[in-house]
């Protein structure tokens, strides 16, 4: 049985839902840091958790 290729759309998960948790999107769509998120707490959940790697990064340098 040959592989399924994803088509385009399959690709891109902006255009199906919410980076964060995989939402669909209302009437309103929010963005942080060219990220497309559904709703104002996936974006407190994305700011939390580029802070929380942005601090890893730099004990990982540290040491």
């Known amino acids: 049985m040959p592989a399924r290729r994803p ?3 399959e690709r891109c998960s902006s255009v199906n839902g919410c980076a964060v948790c995989g939402g669909k999107f209302g009437l309103i769509r929010h963005y942080s840091w060219r990220t497309a998120l559904c709703s104002k707490k996936c ?6 958790r580029r802070e ?4 890893w990064l730099f004990q990982a340098q540290v040491a």
């Open 7 to 9: 088509s385009e759309f």
């Open 52 to 55: 929380r790697d942005r601090r």
């Open 43 to 48: 974006v407190d959940r994305f700011r939390t």
